[in-house]
Nanobody, 125 residues
Framework: QVRVVESGGGLVQTGDSLRLSCAASGGGFSSYGMGWFRQAPGKEREFVGAISWSGSSTVYADSVKGRFTISRDNAKNTGYLQMNSLKPEDTAVYYC??????????????????WGQGTQVTVSS
């Protein structure tokens, strides 16, 4: 059973940076596509970005493009979400998700098999 755990959230100010980590256990991480999603209070969960199992392909939501970067280190079974130039509207619980199989990037929450518990990111104005 694959388990993913996010970490790195916190309270920051507008314009600051944060790096979230997604640690996977249970084996096979290097063959899993990975995605990041977020959910703000009173809103539906939304796609943030995704990376292929090899790391060669990434895709981002328009709202974070140019500010956020997804990467992964398969040797460490860990994925990352680097968030720069944070805005108050980035405040949300951020979730990491993993998908078994497929070589591409996946934008829908239903494409993912395993989810973390989420980590809170709060950006003050």
């Amino acid at each position: 059973q694959v388990r993913v755990v996010e970490s790195g959230g916190g309270l920051v100010q507008t314009g600051d940076s944060l790096r979230l980590s997604c640690a996977a256990s249970g084996g096979g991480f290097s063959s899993y596509g990975m995605g990041w999603f977020r959910q703000a209070p009173g809103k539906e969960r939304e796609f943030v970005g995704a990376i292929s199992w090899s790391g060669s392909s990434t895709v981002y939501a328009d709202s974070v493009k140019g500010r956020f970067t997804i990467s992964r280190d398969n040797a460490k079974n860990t994925g990352y979400l680097q968030m720069n130039s944070l805005k108050p509207e980035d405040t949300a619980v951020y979730y990491c998700a993993a998908r078994h199989g497929g070589g591409g990037v996946y934008l829908s929450a239903t494409d993912y098999d395993y989810w973390g518990q989420g980590t809170q990111v709060t950006v003050s104005s």
